[in-house]
């Protein structure tokens, strides 16, 4: 017993191909009883058995296989500005987006890779709402501007056909569980970038008050006695 996908179908005959890519003929006499061509489609999963023919190899005993939908994670990495840059067939799963912001830095190509690495270590496959926050600091009477990546990162499922239900119930089982892992690295991620930050405005309120205090040190020295 074989299975495979029907890849030509007419009102007369149609062709399937097994899984080492080879073809096989069929018509309304090599369908199990009850199924009707009409009720197949380019596509289907048909379960059969093969024999050799004068013409080529020949599909016996078809029948119908029954596909059960899985969700599983996403391979495409989706980095967008759109909140909704999902196909059709991939879903964003709920509950599994946070907000993640990058540190500071001069270029936002600097803060939208770091924020594209953060992503990828997490195991998160979405990013979207991607946005460049801007920032003007001061040293002195120098003003310079900084840039933050931000945007909410989570996961996305998509459909896959499988045989068996049991398979689709553990395909998607499965994904659930990866998505615990990755919440709790988006949660790790976002309290360290957050603590960058912080110690990033710590640096500059330091340069700041030095700064105001060797001002107010030459001008009080400048006064007179």
Same mark, same amino acid.
């Given at each position: ?11 007369? /005959? ?13 018509? +309304?006499?090599?369908?199990? +009883?009850?199924?009707?061509? +009409?009720?197949?489609?380019? #596509? ?5 058995? &093969? ?9 016996? #005993?078809?029948?119908?296989? !029954? ?15 759109? &909140?909704?840059? /999902?196909?059709?067939?991939?879903? &964003? ?14 270029? &936002?190509?600097? =803060? ?10 997490? #195991?998160?496959? =979405? ?20 840039? =933050? ?11 896959? !056909? ?22 709790? %690295?988006?949660?790790? %991620? ?36």
């Amino acid at each position: 017993m074989k299975t495979g996908k029907i890849i030509s179908l007419s009102d007369r /005959f149609g062709f399937v191909i097994d899984g080492e890519g080879t073809s096989h003929y069929f018509n +309304q006499r090599n369908l199990l +009883q009850g199924l009707k061509l +009409q009720d197949l489609c380019i #596509g289907d999963k048909l379960s059969f058995t &093969p024999s050799a023919g004068r013409k080529g190899m020949i599909a016996n #005993g078809v029948g119908k296989l !029954e596909m059960h939908t899985a969700l599983v994670l996403g391979e495409r990495m989706i980095f967008s500005r759109k &909140p909704d840059p /999902f196909r059709s067939n991939e879903h &964003p799963m709920e509950g599994s987006f946070i907000t993640l912001q990058s540190s500071w830095h001069r270029s &936002p190509d600097a =803060a939208r890779e770091e924020l594209r690495a953060v992503v990828a270590a997490t #195991g998160a496959n =979405a990013a979207v709402n991607v946005c460049m926050d801007a920032k003007t600091f001061n040293s002195g009477n120098y003003h310079y501007t900084m840039h =933050a990546c931000r945007a909410s990162v989570g996961l996305y499922r998509v459909e896959r !056909e499988v045989e068996t239900a049991q398979d689709a119930k553990e395909l998607t089982a499965d994904s659930e569980t990866q998505s615990q892992y990755v919440r709790s %690295s988006l949660e790790t %991620s976002r309290k360290m970038l957050e603590a960058e930050r912080r110690k990033q405005a710590r640096k500059k309120t330091i340069v700041f008050v030095a700064a105001a205090a060797f001002i107010v040190y030459v001008f009080s020295n400048m006064l007179p006695g």
